[in-house]
């Protein structure tokens, strides 16, 4: 189609002007680039490069525990992989990789997003495993913790303030049924199945839920306004 257009306009405004008309329409259709980035400073990568370590120490303990574990294997391997995926995840942003530039010329580290969509559904199946949650339980809060990441993505990266807020209210009303499941539904079945099991999803549960309340406050002061 656009061969035919340009024989079209060859013929009708001859070959000259019709290389001059294309021209300037490959020239208003070029987005418009940055010249500067607000880029990640010195304590940012201070910050990524710390973590980094620690994912990566955390790794190589979590698969030497489940190398000369029984039972509790499963639970170790899933630790491996999560602290492994979030590594690689760091590892990217600390090389410079994982980013673009969005609406304002910031810099947008997109692999954090594919980290969480990862390290979180791992997560909640950990949490699930060791308080004998039902599988289709599990199953709902990985799938609404899912639904939450990939708005606070869309909402991330939309230009249009008000679809961005819209996002934003779709991730946070997804956000509170997976803050319910960790710190209600699942302490119910770890009760249930008693023992050691009980007291391990309380320490842990807790660490994970208050540390994730903080998400929707980092999102509003690093991609909300």
Known sequence: KKWRL???AKRQLGSR?????????????????????????STGVGALTVAFLILVVSTIVFLMKANSSGEQR????????????????????????????????????????VDMAITE???????????????????????ADVIM?????????SVVTTVKWFWFVISLGVFIPVLYGLAVTFKEAAQLKGGEASD??????????????????????????
């Open 17 to 41: 002007r019709a290389a001059m008309v294309f021209q300037q329409l490959d020239e208003d259709d070029l987005p418009t680039s940055c010249t500067t980035i607000e880029e990640v400073g």
């Open 149 to 157: 990441v990939v708005s606070a993505y869309l909402g991330a990266v």
């Open 74 to 113: 499963k639970y170790y391997y899933l630790s491996t992989y999560i602290c492994g995926f979030a590594a690689l995840a760091y590892f990217a942003m600390l090389s410079g990789q994982g980013w673009t530039a969005i609406a304002g010329c910031r810099q947008f580290f997109y692999a954090r997003y």
């Open 200 to 225: 391990v999803y309380g320490r842990v549960a807790w660490i994970i839920i208050i540390t994730w309340i903080f998400y929707p406050l980092i999102w509003l002061f690093s991609e909300g306004f």
């Open 6 to 8: 340009v024989c079209y």
């Open 121 to 143: 559904p791992l997560i909640i199946l950990n949490l699930g495993l060791i308080a004998g949650a039902e599988g289709s339980l599990i199953a709902a809060i990985i799938g």
